[in-house]
Nanobody
Framework: QVQLVESGGGLVQAGGSLRLSCAAS????????MGWFRQAPGKEREFASA????????YYADSVKGRFTISRDNAKNTVYLHMNSLKPEDTAVYYC?????????????????WGQGTQVTVSS
């Protein structure tokens, strides 16, 4: 089992920045591929970013590429999502997810473990 706890969400003006954190426990973090997903009201959960267990492979959705950066600190069992140049359309609940598979995945249904989410609201 893996427990994931997100933090760092909040209210920010358009153009601002936030850093989300996801702390993991319960299993060796360094072997987990990690992902960030988001879900806006009335919409399906969508992929934002993912990172391999080593940190050597990262993926981004086109909508966040160039603005968001995913990183991880295996010594702290934590993955981060640095969000810059935020837009109102980035408003959503952001979820951290973990997977034990070999490949880094971008499909929500393929992740085994999920956090409770943290709200990000970007005002115009």
């Amino acid at each position: 089992q893996v427990q994931l706890v997100e933090s760092g969400g909040g209210l920010v003006q358009a153009g601002g920045s936030l850093r989300l954190s996801c702390a993991a426990s319960g299993r060796t973090f360094s072997i987990l591929n990690m992902g960030w997903f988001r879900q806006a009201p009335g919409k399906e959960r969508e992929f934002a970013s993912a990172i391999s267990w080593s940190g050597g492979i990262t993926y981004y959705a086109d909508s966040v590429k160039g603005r968001f950066t995913i990183s991880r600190d295996n010594a702290k069992n934590t993955v981060y999502l640095h969000m810059n140049s935020l837009k109102p359309e980035d408003t959503a609940v952001y979820y951290c997810a973990a997977d034990t598979g070999v490949r880094v995945k971008t499909t929500p249904a393929l992740y085994s473990y999920w956090g409770q989410g943290t709200q990000v609201t970007v005002s115009s």
